[in-house]
């Protein structure tokens, strides 16, 4: 069992920064692949970055290449997300999500997930 709790999130302006955090209970942390997925009005879920267990592997949706950083503290069991160059279209409601496996792209692969932290970008 993982118990997951987003943070960090606001309202930023178009071209400013936000850094979203995930902190995680459970003592197997560090054996899950955690992964951010956001989700607007209206749409579905999408997936934004992920990380793996060792951190060896980072993966991240297109439209977030070169803006997006994910990390992980495997001591303090918390993912975090750093966000630059924030568009209008990144406003959205951020979801972490853990799996207990090394590799997992989609949303029906992740078995934990937090209750959401909403980011507003205005323009």
């Known amino acids: 069992q993982v118990d997951l709790v987003e943070s960090g999130g606001g309202l930023v302006q178009a071209g400013g920064s936000l850094r979203l955090s995930c902190a995680a209970s459970g003592h197997t942390f560090s054996t899950y692949i955690i992964a951010w997925f956001r989700q607007a009005p209206g749409k579905e879920r999408d997936f934004v970055a992920s990380?793996?267990?060792?951190?060896?592997?980072?993966y991240y949706a297109d439209s977030v290449k070169g803006r997006f950083a994910i990390s992980r503290d495997n001591i303090k069991n918390t993912v975090y997300l750093q966000m630059n160059s924030l568009k209008s279209e990144d406003t959205a409601v951020y979801y972490c999500?853990?799996?207990?496996?090394?590799?997992?792209?989609?949303?029906?692969?992740?078995?934990?997930w937090g209750q959401g932290t909403q980011v507003t970008v205005s323009s």
């Open positions: 999500a853990a799996a207990n496996t090394a590799w997992a792209r989609y949303s029906y692969e992740y078995d934990y």
């Open positions: 990380i793996t267990p060792s951190s060896y592997n980072t």
